[in-house]
């Protein structure tokens, strides 16, 4: 079982963000804030996938309106990602953000920090402090070499947080993202030493939702493993929801996460299968689909690890050649011919859910 790195717990609305409270699934919705209705929609299609808090891009005054309204409209609690402005920070604090995100790479001024730490603080917002490794880069000046970039985050992370802490404000909590998959690693690594605020893990963009997955899984998976982490945010260029799904995965994964639904395990094949695995799996599957609850059900072609794995499912399908063997809680409970495996699994399933 992983052990969690003990962390402050910040309120961010009704989520509770750090140990010992549940890693929180987050997004972002993806069209012009100011199209007040299509965000509403992202918003909602986000909260009913399973994200716990949305963010929102408020880079104008316009935005700044629009998000006023959206916050009026939805129930999931809602973070302002504010990036140069000091202003807009401030304005969608008092449109009711619940917490907002702040890019020490590109707020720098310590008077407009210390403005937004005390609309924070009257308003009750929590604040993420989020660098960035491309925010970093002053591309008009000598680029940093890549091996001092994870020094460079945490050099300026440490700067922001001295600040607030002078300042006294501690609703925060902390990011350092890179597109790189190791540096990401180490530099939050760094930060979990350092400091005991919640932490927010992600890569700042990972690519297609086929290309992301890998290297978010990686990268967050590694620390999630190590006991580093609250909140998760995968990156995914294009629909946000594939976002949340797969933050499911990687928590589910590392027994982080307990669905409501069921989890179909299913052998690789190899040699000794008998069956089309695949094929029967994917059978399996189609009849789990409007099933709402959290079992464990297995599809297995051979002796090899077909009899241990049934006895940690709910119920399996333990296959041979021309017909299968259906097990429930680890015990044998039917023969049956290949082509009747589909129906004596669904009436087995229908008694597991009563």
Request: charged residues 25%; hydrophobic residues 45%; proline residues 3%.
């Amino acid at each position: 079982m992983i052990k969690r790195r003990k962390t402050r717990v910040v309120k961010v609305d009704s989520v509770r963000i750090g140990s010992p409270w549940p890693i929180v699934i987050q997004s972002m919705t993806k069209v012009a804030t100011s199209d007040v209705a299509r965000c509403l929609r992202q918003v909602r299609r986000l909260a009913s996938a399973g994200c716990s808090v949305v963010r929102i891009a408020v880079p104008t005054k316009a935005d700044s309106v629009a998000f006023a309204k959206i916050v009026e409209k939805v129930s999931v609690p809602l973070i302002a990602d504010i990036h140069f402005s000091a202003a807009r920070a401030i304005e969608a604090i008092e449109a009711g953000a619940a917490k907002i995100r702040l890019n020490p790479g590109n707020i720098k001024n310590r008077a407009d920090i210390l403005r937004i730490i005390e609309s924070a603080k009257a308003h009750g917002a929590a604040v993420r402090i989020g660098v960035n490794e491309a925010s970093i880069r002053d591309l008009k000046k000598a680029d940093v070499p890549a091996g001092k970039r994870v020094g460079l985050m945490l050099k300026e992370m440490t700067k922001y947080v001295r600040l607030f802490e002078k300042a006294g404000f501690s609703d925060i909590v902390l990011s350092a993202k890179s597109a790189d998959v190791a540096r990401t690693i180490e530099v939050n690594r760094q930060i979990a030493e350092k400091f005991s605020y919640p932490i927010h893990l992600g890569l700042t963009h990972a690519g297609l939702a086929e290309d992301a997955k890998t290297a978010s899984a990686v990268a967050i998976g590694t620390l999630l493993a190590e006991g580093i982490g609250d909140t998760i945010r995968v990156s995914v260029a294009g629909d946000s929801v594939q976002e949340v799904l797969i933050a499911k995965e990687i928590l589910k994964s590392l027994g982080l996460y307990k669905p409501n639904k069921p989890e179909l395990i299913v052998c690789p094949t190899c040699g000794r299968c008998q069956i089309d695995v695949v094929k029967l799996a994917r059978q399996v599957k189609r009849v789990l689909k409007d099933v709402n609850r959290p079992i464990r059900v297995a599809v297995m072609g051979c002796v090899v690890n077909g009899p241990g794995e049934a006895a940690d499912a709910d119920l399996a399908i333990c296959a041979a050649k021309g017909r299968g063997f259906i097990y429930r809680h680890g015990r044998k409970i039917k023969t049956v011919s290949a082509n009747k495996l589909i129906a004596a699994l669904s009436i087995e399933l229908k008694g597991l859910r009563h």
